[in-house]
């Protein structure tokens, strides 16, 4: 994993590499490349040595072109077999490489060959290419100032960042998609890549991946179960392989035991909070788990103090609110994690966008099966009237302003919802498009903050393709969100352990709220001014007081 920078060096803070060190602290380096106009820009990188121990060439050029590259693309083996088939040679045992002569080969088109998690930035043909996966797991930034254009993994590489209020994001408590909190930057969105050629200032964004929309062809328990749990288990396992040791964030829930139980890595971390012992307890589940498998649990029991010391540090990491409570937790177990040796660490995000499996979801879906012959019958246009339509009735589950936050949700979600699939499918889609983004964020700052890199099995492009397939009642059904992935938990440990008979999902919360306000509530809105307000604190600590790169 590493971070990565480049584009007009007016635009980028001197200090660049050493602002993103914390992405790659086992080498850095930065090369110049020109233009045609006779500009010369820079193509810069820090790297985490994940496979491939050695020390390769960062940033890695070959027969002019130059890539910088963030993530880990596990089906890198088998494209450089094909890779080599073709007549191209290889220099080094990374994904890097392969990433670099699959462009050269393929171009944009290579993107769809790529299986993982990736932010990459190529200098080929006098032209600047700039792409992020499918999801948007590894974050990338450009800005674009008059001629000169800029990227980075982090917004902290930036020279100047001019904060700027979002209507839309304040709405959500989250950014997303292109949005950001300072003037002129911008994320790269998630499955979109850039063309940029200096010479003539033409730039272009391509969304080259959306997520999959098709009628439903997998109906039976058996086969959809043993489909999903051949991807599943090939999507832990090449997730699984690396050069340094590998470890599990583990909650005493589905889908972080799902990977376990996959994978029976020998050491887990887990978070539980002294002060929610009485409602959320991951203790006992994760505990009973462990001695049935035979692996070692390892449970942080974080304080206000810890808390309270750390928040500088997290909020420089994460840069700007995600609307969670969880970035302390995530925060906590990526250290502990990392100090332990760790470089590698698994992660069970996507499972609930995917498969159902929010209360939210269950809530909504509940109430659609018991309206829906009510908007059927003879009165449906009454009772449409009365429970609105079904975007409408998600985005007042979903505004944070309550009544008045829905109008713009609406206009925000209705080109990305289809009155041709059915609810559950759709819910899928804004959740995995939108909803996710924030969390795929948070988990990407707080592990890179202490240089460890988390992979997320639930999100091979091949489990959200087959989540697709399957009929909405093999993901919910009985009330409950997840069900084809109960069932698979359950084949696979038995249906004896709490892990299996779980019913609420609690999340990750950490007691912000009672250490910062005394409040045991789960509203966001004040911890998010708090982050807000830090994050800008030390963005701005970041832009004067780094060491001036040598």
């Given amino acids: ?25 086992d080498q850095a380096g930065a090369d110049t490349v020109r233009a045609s106009d006779g500009r010369e820009l820079l193509i810069g990188q820090t790297r985490l040595a994940v ?131 300072f003037r002129g930057v911008h994320s790269l969105r998630p499955g979109e890549y850039m063309t940029w050629h200096p010479a003539t200032g033409a730039r272009r964004e391509v969304r080259w991946w959306t997520f999959p929309s098709r009628e439903p062809d997998i109906v039976e328990p058996e086969s959809a179960t043993r489909m999903f749990l051949e991807l599943f288990e090939d999507a832990c396992r090449i997730r699984k392989l690396a050069d340094v040791p590998v ?87 990526s250290r502990a994690a990392r100090a332990d040796g760790f470089v590698v660490a698994l992660s069970g995000e996507g499972a609930d966008e995917l498969w159902n499996g929010y209360r939210r979801h269950e809530l909504l879906l509940s109430e659609d099966e018991r309206i829906s012959p009510e908007l059927r019958g003879s009165y449906g246009p009454l009772s449409r009237r009365y429970f609105g339509s079904a975007l409408e009735r998600f985005c007042r589950m979903a505004t944070r302003q309550g009544m008045p936050g829905v109008p713009a949700l609406m206009e925000l979600f209705a080109p990305r919802w289809n009155d041709t699939q059915s609810y559950a499918r759709n819910l899928s889609a804004v959740e995995a498009t939108v909803f996710l983004q924030p969390l795929l964020a948070m988990a990407d700052r707080l592990s890179m903050a202490s240089s460890l890199e988390v992979r997320t099995p639930f999100l091979d492009y091949r489990l959200i393709e087959l989540s697709a397939r399957l009929a909405d009642d093999l993901k919910f059904r009985e009330g409950q969100g997840k069900w084809l992935l109960r ?59 780094a060491p001036p790169l040598s």
Wanted: hydrophobic fraction near 45%; charged fraction near 25%; charge should be negative.
């Fill in 247 to 333: 470890t599990l964030f583990l909650s005493g829930g589905i889908d972080s035991s799902l990977i376990q139980a996959v994978l029976k890595l020998p050491v887990t971390y887990t978070v539980q909070f002294a002060e929610f012992e009485q409602t959320i307890d991951e203790r006992s589940s994760v505990v009973e788990f462990a001695d049935r498998l035979g692996f070692e649990p390892r449970i942080l029991v974080p304080d206000r103090r810890q808390f309270l010391e750390t928040l500088p540090e997290l909020a420089r990491a994460i840069e700007y609110p995600v609307g969670s409570l969880s970035v302390f937790p995530l925060f906590s177990l």
């Fill in 1 to 25: 994993m590493c971070g990565i920078w480049g584009g007009s060096p007016d635009l980028l803070n001197p200090a660049a590499a050493q602002l993103l060190r914390h992405r790659g602290p």
């Fill in 487 to 545: 069932r698979a938990l359950r084949a696979l440990v038995g249906d004896d352990l709490e892990i299996t008979r779980r019913k609420v999902k609690h999340g990750l919360p950490a007691p912000v709220n009672v250490w910062l306000f005394g409040s045991g509530a789960f509203d966001r809105k004040d911890w998010n001014q708090v982050l807000m307000g830090e994050s800008l604190r030390q963005l701005a600590l970041a832009q004067t007081s």
């Fill in 51 to 181: 496979v491939d121990r050695s020390l390769v060439p960062t940033p890695m050029a070959k027969d002019g072109s130059t890539i910088a590259y963030n993530g880990e693309v596990y089906n890198w083996r088998e494209l450089r077999q094909e890779l080599e088939s073709r007549g191209r040679t290889f220099v080094t045992a990374t994904d890097t490489e392969v990433v670099l002569e699959a462009f050269r080969e393929w171009g944009p088109a290579a993107l769809d060959r790529l299986n993982g998690m990736f932010a990459v930035a190529i200098w080929h043909d006098d032209t600047l290419f700039l792409a992020r996966d499918r999801l948007g797991k590894k974050p990338l930034f450009w800005m674009q100032q008059g001629a000169d254009l800029a990227f980075a993994s982090e917004m902290k590489a930036f020279r100047r960042l001019d904060f700027e209020e979002i209507p839309i994001c304040r709405a959500l408590e989250f950014y997303f998609d292109e949005h950001t909190p």
